[in-house]
């Protein structure tokens, strides 16, 4: 029977958003295979850490697709992208942590090109009148990055109700940018 590449990611990326320092021992129970085939398919955790983030990238491209970033006010556009982003946000939080997919060289374009995509929404709501244009957008875009994760941690821990976790992000991060008209 051929391993199921998706599965095994999948149930990789549940177990390491829960449980970050969980062994290759622990991932191959969760995905149902043996450590052996897990080695096989993935020589070891770095391999592993760098198949996850291609899935956490292809799922941050798929959701900015989907919030269709250049429809109507930017702060609309947040929301979609927020609501969007979220089935991924665990696998998200957990990959945000992972220090060696951000450090050197090696750094995977993917990151890139989601971080031009979100970068340029904060550009047009501020250009557009919406936001405030003394917080930069790569700012902004690092701030949502950072909310995202929270949230991600805190509804896994059962902290936040899930249903929560776009009004949150949203509220707290369109909150501090928004510009306010001048007295």
């Known amino acids: 029977m051929p391993l199921d590449r998706d599965h095994v990611l999948r149930s990789a990326a549940a177990l390491l958003t829960r449980k970050s320092t969980a062994t290759m021992?622990?991932?191959a129970k969760a995905a149902g295979i043996s450590r052996a085939t897990l080695h096989r398919h993935?020589?070891?955790?770095?391999?592993l850490v760098r198949a996850l983030e291609a899935l956490g990238i292809a799922?941050?491209?798929?959701a900015l697709d989907a919030a269709r970033l250049d429809e109507?006010?930017?702060a609309d556009a947040v929301r979609r992208l927020v609501r969007?982003?979220?089935?991924?946000?665990?696998?998200?939080a957990f990959l945000?942590?992972?220090?060696?997919?951000?450090?050197?060289?090696?750094?995977?374009?993917?990151?890139?090109r989601i971080d031009d995509r979100i970068a340029a929404l904060f550009r047009r709501g501020q250009r557009g009148g919406e936001f405030r244009i003394d917080l930069t957008p790569a700012w902004l875009t690092e701030a949502l990055y950072g909310l995202l994760a929270s949230?991600?941690?805190?509804?896994?821990e059962g902290r936040v109700a899930?249903?929560?976790?776009?009004?949150?992000?949203?509220?707290?991060?369109?909150?501090?940018?928004?510009?306010?008209?001048?007295p």
């Open 96 to 112: 945000y942590t992972e220090n060696q997919l951000f450090e050197g060289d090696g750094q995977n374009a993917g990151w890139t």
């Open 84 to 92: 969007e982003i979220e089935p991924a946000a665990g696998l998200l």
């Open 151 to 156: 949230a991600a941690w805190a509804v896994s």
């Open 162 to 182: 899930p249903k929560d976790f776009t009004h949150m992000i949203v509220e707290l991060l369109l909150g501090g940018a928004r510009r306010r008209e001048e």
């Open 42 to 47: 993935f020589a070891g955790r770095d391999a």
């Open 59 to 62: 799922e941050c491209e798929a």
């Open 25 to 27: 021992d622990e991932v």
């Open 72 to 74: 109507g006010p930017a």
